[in-house]
């Protein structure tokens, strides 16, 4: 079973600009999750989706917000980028919504906002 | 919200020795404690997982321990390899919520 992708690896971007991060999730997974990950703030949560519907949502500015798809696809964007947005931000997949399902992780996207 | 510290940031051992992570939460209600590991450019693997009605679990050389009274749970590795070089996360969280990470460990296995 193929794991959980997500489009592009890396990705620069200026301030200002706007960011679209894609993941694909493990086949039969409806649950997504986003997270950033920094190395002064570590691993933090972003927002999770099950069945195209935001279920959680971390402590992020409104800038940063995302969708999920018929397919459990999905999509984060971050718009008016700044340089404290530089991060890898990952994605994980799971059967079930809220955390007690195991919870699979992609490769991540790291982005550098110059 | 639910607090995850993690001890120690770095740990270096050599190989075939014992690694323990250590790690605290705040809030009792959690009761998923998974643990992942981290190498560049393959994302993270989670290793082990523990839920509250257990004390601890063991797969091969890896087990993790959970204190629900103490609010505090840790990896051991034994016999450490060089390819357990990586940055470890442990995390929690309460049903229906998502997962808090502690800020991570790096151990590093000199041959």
């Known amino acids: 079973k193929a794991g959980v992708t997500q489009t592009p690896r890396y990705l620069i971007k200026t301030r200002g600009q706007q960011v679209t991060l894609s993941c694909s999730p493990i086949?039969?997974?409806?649950?997504v999750s986003w997270y950033q990950q920094t190395p002064g703030q570590g691993l933090q949560f972003l927002f999770e989706y099950f069945s195209e519907t935001q279920r959680n949502k971390g402590n992020f500015p409104g800038r940063f917000s995302g969708r999920q798809f018929s397919n459990s696809r999905s999509e984060m964007n971050v718009s008016t980028l700044e340089l404290g947005d530089s991060a890898l931000y990952l994605c994980?997949?799971?059967?079930?919504?809220?955390?007690?399902?195991?919870?699979?992780f992609g490769p991540g996207t790291r982005l550098t906002v110059l | 919200g639910e607090n995850v510290e993690q001890h120690p940031s770095t740990l270096s051992v050599q190989e075939g020795d014992s690694a323990v992570i250590k790690c605290t939460y705040s809030d009792s209600a959690s009761n998923y404690f998974p643990w992942y590991k981290q190498e560049l450019g393959k994302g993270s693997q989670l290793i082990i997982d523990i839920r509250s009605n257990v004390g601890e679990k063991k797969d091969q050389r890896i087990a993790v321990t959970l204190n629900k009274t103490a609010k505090h749970f840790s990896l051991h590795i034994t016999e450490t390899q060089p390819e357990d070089s990586a940055v470890y996360f442990c995390a929690a969280s309460r049903p229906g919520n998502m997962l808090t990470f502690g800020g991570g460990t790096r151990l590093m296995v000199k041959p």
């Open positions: 994980a997949s799971s059967l079930r919504w809220g955390a007690e399902d195991t919870q699979y």
């Open positions: 086949s039969g997974h409806r649950s």
